[in-house]
């Protein structure tokens, strides 16, 4: 049996340890935050600055419901992560197959069924949310890309969470470092129709998200 103070002087021991993990697991996680509004403000502001204003009020239309959907994803996945972490953490393949098979599989259901929805009722769900009538045809249009590009994207978010879920911060990082300059090159690109590319205006801010 371990004394109190032999006790005491292990967790001291430890302590630095379990820190260092925390840290490595909690710092790319911010910075994935951060970056994550990094390329939400560069976006809007490309918007702005090469569309006008209407431009912006078309695409803020519908932000609030597609990161609500988001969100609701991530939820899914966080979920789904404390039981992938205890099946990765027993080493139990088959558990772990059965939890990321089953949150992928629904996932991409639920994102077929609301790109159908939305995609078919986009003109009435900006109406409920109480889009202006000037920009209500534009941000319908904005919103139906990004509504049949939901399925995917959904699997996209579930599929980071899981890989948290194992203790790897890490990657999903990275993978938002990439995804993040690709859709900030690719915003003049699109918008602007540079270098041989399609002029797509607001509609190019979409698919450089998509992409």
Do not use: C
């Not at 139906?144 to 399925?151: D, E, G, K, S, V």
Request: proline share 4%; no cysteine.
């Amino acid at each position: 049996m371990k004394t109190s103070q032999e006790q005491l002087a292990t967790e001291k021991k430890s302590n630095p340890t379990v820190w260092r993990s925390m840290s490595l697991f909690l710092v790319p996680l911010l910075l994935s935050n951060v970056l994550q509004s990094v390329g939400q403000l560069v976006g809007m502001m490309a918007v702005g600055r090469w569309l006008g204003v209407d431009a912006v009020a078309a695409v803020s239309s519908f932000f609030p419901l597609f990161f609500l959907l988001i969100s609701f994803t991530i939820g899914i996945g966080s979920g789904s992560s404390i039981l992938i972490g205890q099946a990765y953490g027993a080493k139990n393949e088959e558990r772990l197959k059965a939890v990321v098979g089953t949150t992928l599989t629904f996932t991409f259901l639920l994102g077929v069924v609301l790109a159908v929805v939305g995609s078919i009722f986009t003109m009435d769900i900006l109406r409920l949310m109480g889009t202006p009538e000037n920009v209500i045809h534009v941000s319908a249009s904005y919103a139906r890309i990004l509504f049949y590009a939901m399925p995917f994207m959904f699997l996209y978010f579930a599929y980071t969470t899981f890989l948290r879920g194992t203790g790897d911060s890490k990657t999903p990082f990275y993978t938002l470092i990439v995804s993040t300059v690709i859709n900030i090159a690719l915003l003049p690109l699109l918008i602007l129709g540079m270098f041989g590319f399609p002029q797509l205006g607001i509609y190019g801010s979409a698919y450089a998200t998509v992409v």
